[in-house]
């Protein structure tokens, strides 16, 4: 994650609640008329319920340890409980388009322009007579492992195909913490430097390129973020996107020594200028490169 989201699904909670309880409520009812023990997926629900609808990591997090705790006494029969809860939180259902709560009526309600995960791939949704389009909706939690969480709303990010399905594939991030979009703070920076002249930036830049290094780096104690770069191959990624980091740290400079310069009397903004308003860098494609860049003035 480079990017926090942490408000992103406010415009939703409560439409999003209602559509999740109705599916719970729904469900447990229809499990009443059992006679005798009912199925392992009404046990789990009936004790979980708050926690798959919670806006909490916590909660979310508690969800997960209560279904090992279940599939452990199942033994062999977890498998089971698993396909049992993937047929009632059925996410197949949700993306169809059916009904008038689903992914993309979610997904309109998203604030999130960029994948939060790489920041430099958009996502958002678009949806007209001719056509249609929406980001992947990334299950933090993997839905094939936990499926109780496969309509949370909490669980799902915003995404590019390629963060979510060329890059994070299965890997658990309960298992192997990651950054969370939807919870954790930004943690990783970007920096453009001279591998030779830390002070000669502007000269390499004009005379030495191949000395000139964009690189993204995290707090070294931080599990979270050191996973993230590697999961997301965030440095080899931003690599690629060294001149886009050069001509804005140029731009940057240029009207830095404009504003000095006052005999020239330009009129004209840092953000006409640049293309880029640092307040609102969260709206950008590299917009997180490019604020970091920007504070390192």
């Not at 705790?69 to 009632?88: D, F, M, N, P």
């Not at 790489?118 to 094939?144: M, Q, S, V, W």
């Not at 080899?236 to 060294?242: M, Q």
């Not at 980091?245 to 000095?260: G, H, L």
Request: with cysteine.
């Amino acid at each position: 994650m480079i990017v926090s989201i942490n408000e992103n699904w406010t415009n939703a909670e409560t439409e999003h609640t209602d559509h999740l309880k109705k599916i719970i409520r729904n469900f447990l009812y229809s499990q009443l008329s059992i006679c005798g023990p009912k199925t392992p997926a009404y046990y789990f629900v009936r004790e979980t319920r708050k926690l798959i609808i919670s806006h909490k990591l916590t909660d979310i997090s508690s969800s997960i340890t209560i279904l090992g705790a279940h599939t452990k006494r199942l033994g062999r029969q977890k498998t089971r409980l698993l396909k049992e809860l993937k047929k009632v939180f059925n996410y197949d259902r949700f993306i169809s388009k059916y009904g008038t709560w689903n992914a993309y009526t979610l997904c309109k309600k998203s604030k999130a322009r960029i994948c939060p995960y790489c920041n430099h791939a958009y996502a958002f949704t678009i949806e007209c007579k001719d056509g249609a389009f929406r980001p992947t909706l990334d299950h933090f939690f993997l839905k094939d492992q936990y499926p109780h969480l496969a309509l949370t709303l909490y669980n799902l990010v915003p995404s590019c195909s390629s963060c979510n399905s060329s890059l994070k594939g299965e890997e658990d991030f309960h298992q192997t913490p990651h950054l969370n979009p939807l919870f954790d703070n930004e943690s990783i920076t970007f920096q453009l430097f001279s591998t030779v002249n830390p002070s000669g930036l502007l000269d390499d830049i004009s005379l030495n390129l191949q000395n000139v290094k964009l690189a993204a780096t995290a707090p070294l104690n931080c599990v979270k973020s050191q996973n993230s770069l590697k999961t997301f191959i965030i440095n080899e990624r931003y690599e690629v996107l060294l001149m886009e980091a050069i001509d804005f740290f140029v731009a940057k400079t240029d009207y830095e020594e404009a504003k000095i310069n006052t005999q020239l009397e330009l009129q004209f903004s840092e953000a006409s200028l640049l293309r880029f308003d640092r307040t609102k860098y969260n709206r950008y494609l590299l917009g997180k490169m490019f604020a970091d860049l920007y504070d390192a003035f």
